[in-house]
């Protein structure tokens, strides 16, 4: 708590009372970070999903070494002296936009459309790389999807359902790639991924995640950053004791766990050839 409202401010807004003024985690990700349910001890890490991922662990003290640096990982200030330590990739941003072509051209196809297709879509077992510098302007998504999978040989998507395929398998095979160089950096196996934050309503991705990094995923809560902000404040408040009782106050979360571990595994190593 760091002080009161002014008054004049209390008056104009119709309060009976001051209102106390409670600084939160820092900002949208570090709040969000709070609403991860990782538990002491565990070996774990997060991804805060959403238009973009930012995925990393949450460590005691920074982390700085050779590793770290050469894959660009950064060590920011979390709640309670924690370090977020992470990397920033891209997200449902691909869909998004590929979303937003698909209606420039006729279709309004909404999200729930999009995972109605899937439930009967076959993948094309064609593979982006996420973070390609093509990818990361607006514009036409599908028309660039196409011209980085003929430059790596790759067939074209035939369906909206096959596109929608192609970026979302092409996004768990990314998060594998970086939960992989993430364990080398720290030295020790990751049991558990929480993927936090919007990007959590898509069941496909969160499936998916499990299926390609082949780790148990917690899905949820979706409002993460506004709920690790409420839990700060009530923290501050003495409502709750500390983040551990916090996170025990989340909510249900959804559990995924790896399927068909070799399908996924070619799939990944298909990936690689193409990353």
Excluded at 1 to 12: M, S
Excluded at 72 to 85: A, K, L
Excluded at 135 to 146: D, I, L, S, Y
Aim: aromatic share 8%.
């Amino acid at each position: 708590v760091t002080g009161k409202l002014l008054p004049e401010i209390v008056e104009e807004l119709g309060f009976d009372k001051p209102i106390d003024v409670i600084a939160c985690a820092s900002h949208d990700t570090a709040s969000a970070v709070v609403a991860a349910p990782i538990e002491k001890g565990e070996k774990s890490c997060y991804i805060s999903c959403g238009t973009w991922s930012l995925l990393g662990a949450e460590l005691d003290e920074p982390l700085i070494n050779e590793k770290s640096f050469s894959e660009n990982f950064t060590n920011e200030g979390g709640y309670e002296g924690t370090i977020r330590f992470l990397k920033n990739i891209s997200g449902l941003w691909l869909l998004q936009e590929t979303r937003r072509q698909w209606i420039r051209e006729g279709s309004d196809i909404s999200f729930k459309d999009i995972d109605k297709m899937l439930e009967t879509e076959t993948s094309a077992n064609v593979y982006i790389n996420p973070d390609d510098d093509s990818f990361v302007a607006p514009g036409n998504m599908p028309k660039r999807m196409e011209e980085f999978l003929i430059s790596k040989g790759q067939d074209i998507p035939k369906t909206k359902g096959q596109q929608a395929l192609c970026i979302l398998e092409s996004l768990a095979l990314t998060y594998r790639f970086y939960i992989e160089n993430l364990e080398k950096i720290l030295g020790h196996t990751i049991d558990t991924v929480h993927l936090i934050g919007g990007g959590t309503k898509d069941e496909n991705l969160c499936r998916f995640t499990a299926c390609a990094t082949g780790k148990k995923v917690t899905a949820g809560p979706i409002e993460a950053t506004a709920l690790g902000n409420i839990a700060v404040q009530l923290i501050a408040k003495g409502e709750i004791k500390d983040l551990d009782e916090a996170r025990k106050y989340l909510g249900d979360l959804k559990i995924y766990m790896p399927e068909d571990t070799d399908k996924w595994n070619k799939k990944y190593a298909d990936y690689m050839k193409v990353r």
